[in-house]
């Protein structure tokens, strides 16, 4: 483009940026053809600037009128304005939505990190409650948890971690338990349910800063500290007649809702209540195969397991009442009265002989009102003349094991010392070497003396087959149901222990 070209260029684009007058008076100026003492510049200017505007509205409303004359352009045109002010809104909206979904996530996330406001169906419509009484945690000298990750920091893992501990799952592919089964002297089988490594942190926390603060009933003696079936026996020794009755399903009949209450019997809130009770509860397991993949499919309600550390102290904890009660019964005929986990015993001399029948009668009624039953075919009425037996020890005139039980482990001894373990069994368990170990702790807490020589003699033979403590834990056991419930909650558990 020539330097012509361009200052015509420059001329069209003047005159279009204002009105033909306005660029004439304007070069007029310049060009020195009239003078503000000719004319009054500013009167024109601000005519000339009026005729521009009303011009320029003037070819508006002939646009607007030619397109009224022509419809489809009109419509054309119309839809062409919303279609552009709807891709605006459109945008504007999805903008605002994603803010909204990134604040959103954002208060998830730090919810998540924080707090547990859903456990599965059932258990999470109280999660927002989370006032406790602290006045009454006070009097338990109980910790305070004022919300979910409170007591994650106490345990120390994180929030997430006690979510999924603590989560109800229907079907799930993990399970926070190791279940085997232990022989029952009566036959059948004992199902044992041994939490995994993390659940069991979870629950050792819960019983020594929880569980083991509560005072229970002086004659409760399972899983007590300083307690045991040896303290629980020592009650009943040289007694006219000893009275043994037994709770049927005990723990399968601690379900959810009575362990939720022992907590909130405490003081805890709801929430913390809901997550420590499920905690301390597993529900029935059946294993499913669904298209080659292995899921534990939940049955029925919750209720406590055998193998949890906290199962113990909690049945102590919610039948304090139904200690009290059958103490008091005891003492109103003169009798003794003691609890070893789901072991009940009674035990009087000759002048209450009489009031055997009302002991019976009105310990079943007790054991009922309280939410227990006794079992029909475990009652034992012994008196002086018979073997009087108490969690598997004699109690006639001093804490015994009962011969021909000692004799028959002393006989496995030493064919065991002679022939080797291949074929031995202890009533009827697959290892012997756990088996033996067990026994001669069993009889060392009731008799130092006897117990230590079989503990010598148990002691050479593990040593000999390279038997050491942490393959304990391999071994299902069989063992007579006193020294089950001692192996039980004591043995067998720390046998876990070590292993995990």
């Known amino acids: 483009m020539n330097t012509s070209q361009q200052r015509r260029q420059e001329l069209y684009d003047k005159i279009r940026q204002s009105s033909k007058q306005e660029y004439i008076l304007s070069e007029m100026k310049r060009l020195g053809f009239w003078t503000e003492k000719n004319i009054d510049f500013q009167k024109v200017e601000s005519y000339l600037k009026e005729e521009r505007e009303l011009s320029s509205q003037l070819q508006k409303l002939f646009r607007e009128k030619k397109t009224v004359e022509n419809p489809e352009e009109f419509i054309a045109q119309k839809h062409l304005e919303r279609k552009k002010a709807s891709k605006e809104k459109q945008k504007e909206t999805k903008l605002k939505r994603e803010q909204a979904r990134q604040l959103k996530a954002e208060k998830w996330q730090k919810t998540k990190a924080e707090d547990i406001i859903y456990l599965g169906k059932n258990y999470s419509h109280q999660l927002n409650h989370k006032e406790s009484d602290k006045a009454r ?38 399970s926070h338990y190791k279940r085997f089964k232990i022989a029952k002297k009566t036959g059948g089988f004992r ?49 006219d007649v000893v009275i043994n009755q037994d709770l049927k399903n005990f723990f399968p009949t601690i379900t959810y809702k009575r362990v939720k209450g022992v907590f909130k019997s405490l003081g805890y809130s709801e929430q913390i209540s809901v997550i420590l009770a499920l905690l301390c509860t597993e529900p029935k397991i059946m294993d499913v195969d669904v298209l080659g993949e292995n899921y534990y499919a939940q049955i029925g309600e919750r209720f406590l397991p055998q193998g949890s550390p906290c199962s113990p102290a909690i049945t102590n904890i919610l039948c304090r009442k139904l200690d009290y009660r059958l103490d008091g019964l005891a003492k109103h005929y003169g009798f003794e009265y003691s609890r070893y986990v789901d072991d009940i015993t009674f035990s009087g001399t000759k002048n209450e002989y009489e009031h055997i029948t009302s002991i019976l009668k009105y310990s079943k009624k007790i054991v009922s009102e309280e939410n227990f039953i006794l079992h029909p075919d475990k009652l034992r009425i012994m008196k002086k003349k018979q073997k009087q037996e108490v969690t598997g020890i004699v109690v006639n005139k001093k804490l015994n094991i009962d011969r021909k039980t000692l004799k028959r482990f002393r006989a496995l001894l030493f064919q065991i010392e002679k022939d080797g373990i291949e074929g031995k069994s202890w009533n009827g368990g697959s290892n012997v070497l756990a088996q033996i170990d067990g026994f ?14 079989l503990k010598d003699r148990v002691k050479k033979i593990l040593e000999s ?20 419930k001692q192996s039980f909650f004591g043995k067998i558990l720390s046998f876990f222990k070590r292993k995990n």
């Open 137 to 174: 945690l006070q009097k338990f000298n109980l910790p305070v948890f004022d919300n979910a990750k409170d007591l994650a920091d106490a345990i120390k893992i994180s929030v997430g971690l006690l979510r999924f501990l603590a989560y109800s799952r229907k079907y799930s592919k993990t």
């Open 191 to 239: 199902l044992i349910s041994a939490p995994m490594p993390r659940l069991k942190q979870a629950q050792h926390y819960i019983l020594e800063h929880l569980l083991n603060k509560v005072a229970v009933h002086p004659k409760a003696n399972g899983c007590v500290k300083k307690k045991s079936i040896v303290s629980n026996a020592k009650l009943h020794l040289d007694k």
């Open 465 to 484: 087959y390279g038997y050491k403590e942490q393959h304990k834990a391999k071994y299902v056991t069989s063992i007579p149901k006193s020294q089950a």
């Open 440 to 453: 001669s702790n069993f009889v060392y807490q009731v008799d130092k003396e006897k117990g230590q020589r």
